[in-house]
């Protein structure tokens, strides 16, 4: 029985796929090992979403548990770039994996999730509508989306998605009920920990709190040569019988949305994400999924943030999911103790504009040993070992 706490990161492009494996006790006091399993996907578009990379992935992770089951599975929101994985290993690689406890986000409980909370099914109806709508002006486009626009319209599908978390709630991971967890439902049962600390931050239960404003236009033009984000509006084909020249003035003044819809409702579902916290023989563990800045200014108003010593850089190391605000406390300059930290971020260019944001992680490497899964093999992963004696940290790269 190994007495040091692993943390692996995949290299699933631009997703997550984090397992960890923690020395325990169980009931009865005997020494164990846990397999905590955090998301498996990446995002659809571009060079950022090739499915072979679930491959290698999955084999390690079935091997690491060698016959075992997870003793927890944490799905920490409902976009592809975090949900695709499982689904794909069943249905493509006769890979499947069995769980003794499955947390889902909140709001994936679907319709009686929305029954409960009206107000958050009313934005979620008005984002879904705004989404269509941006979905179907694009489909009419003579040219392909620009990747950036495409990235956004997949991770969002809620036609992709539905069925990979219909896949992990219903039939997956041996048919185990899942917990829809949220910042204060009570977990007692729900967990395997019985000597580490386990905190949720987030979500907030109500997710209404998520939604921002949808701007009135629903298309709109920001032109990035890296990943472009707007349609070429010369290349949209006017309509049999409609005026050239009033069909592409209707086409700019309706352009001015689009990428600010989209972002919207990106937000809400990354804001809904469940953040945990571990603490396991005084080393404090924070994986926030892709937390923005709502979220993260309701878990710093709930006096809810601590210095931790290991970091999953949230949103792949955008800048709005990792406000330096908040980052500060939890990656203070001066350090509260002499343990060693380290921060992971689990990200790809070419998905979204401006992501991973270059000051973003200057300012977390500063504050931290940063590893950053561009530097890993497809496929790969980088394990973060954390001793019971409190020891420094070490961290290797495999295979």
């Given at each position: 029985m190994t007495n040091e706490l692993r943390i692996r990161i995949y290299n699933v492009l631009f997703g997550d796929a984090i397992l960890l494996t923690i020395p325990e006790v169980d009931d009865a006091g005997e020494e164990v090992t846990v397999n905590v399993l955090i998301d498996v996907g990446n995002a659809l578009a571009g060079t950022a979403g090739r499915d072979e990379v679930f491959e290698p992935v999955l084999k390690n992770i079935?091997?690491?548990?060698?016959?075992?089951?997870?003793?927890?599975?944490?799905?920490t929101h409902e976009h592809m770039d975090h949900v695709q994985?499982?689904?794909?290993?069943?249905?493509?690689?006769?890979?499947?994996?069995?769980?003794?406890?499955?947390?889902?986000?909140?709001?994936?409980?679907?319709?009686?999730?929305?029954?409960?909370?009206?107000?958050?099914?009313?934005?979620?109806?008005?984002?879904?509508?705004?989404?269509?709508?941006?979905?179907?002006?694009?489909?009419?486009?003579?040219?392909?989306?620009?990747?950036?626009?495409?990235?956004?319209?997949?991770i969002n599908n809620p036609r992709f998605s539905?069925?990979?978390?219909?896949?992990?709630?219903?039939?997956?991971?041996?048919?185990?009920?899942?917990?829809?967890?949220?910042?204060?439902?009570?977990?007692?049962?729900?967990?395997?920990?019985?000597?580490?600390?386990?905190?949720?931050?987030?979500?907030?239960?109500?997710?209404?709190?998520?939604?921002?404003?949808?701007?009135p236009r629903t298309l709109g033009t920001m032109l990035d040569t890296a990943a472009p984000l707007s349609p070429n509006v010369r290349t949209i084909t006017p309509p049999a019988g409609i005026s050239a020249g009033h069909f592409f003035d209707l086409v700019e003044f309706r352009s001015s949305g689009i990428l600010a819809n989209l972002r919207a409702i990106d937000k809400a579902a990354n804001n809904s994400s469940v953040a945990i916290e571990l603490d396991w023989n005084g080393w404090r563990l924070f994986f926030p999924g892709d937390a923005e800045e709502k979220s993260w200014e309701i878990m710093d108003r709930q006096n809810d943030l601590?210095?931790?010593?290991?970091?999953?850089?949230?949103?792949?190391?955008?800048?709005?999911?990792?406000?330096?605000?908040?980052?500060?406390?939890?990656?203070?300059?001066?350090?509260?103790?002499?343990?060693?930290?380290?921060?992971?971020?689990?990200?790809?260019?070419?998905?979204?504009?401006?992501?991973?944001?270059?000051d973003t992680l200057k300012f977390v490497g500063s504050r931290s040993q940063l590893a950053d899964t561009r530097e890993l093999n497809e496929g790969g992963w980088i394990d973060v070992f954390f001793s019971a004696s409190g020891d420094a940290l070490r961290s290797q790269r495999g295979p």
């Open positions: 079935r091997d690491q548990l060698g016959g075992a089951p997870l003793d927890l599975y944490i799905m994985g499982l689904l794909h290993g069943a249905t493509k690689l006769e890979i499947e994996f069995k769980a003794r406890h499955v947390w889902m986000t909140a709001s994936s409980e679907g319709e009686a999730y929305y029954d409960r909370f009206p107000k958050a099914k009313q934005k979620r109806l008005a984002t879904l509508a705004a989404y269509n709508g941006i979905a179907a002006f694009l489909a009419k486009s003579a040219a392909p989306a620009p990747v950036g626009i495409q990235a956004l319209l997949d539905k069925d990979c978390v219909k896949y992990i709630s219903e039939r997956g991971l041996d048919g185990v009920a899942p917990r829809y967890v949220h910042r204060t439902i009570d977990i007692t049962g729900h967990h395997p920990f019985r000597r580490t600390k386990v905190r949720l931050l987030a979500p907030e239960e109500d997710t209404s709190v998520y939604y921002g404003a949808l701007p601590k210095p931790v010593h290991f970091l999953k850089v949230s949103h792949h190391g955008s800048r709005n999911g990792s406000p330096l605000h908040q980052l500060d406390k939890l990656l203070p300059e001066q350090a509260p103790d002499d343990r060693s930290r380290f921060a992971v971020v689990s990200t790809r260019e070419g998905a979204y504009s401006g992501v991973p944001d270059t």
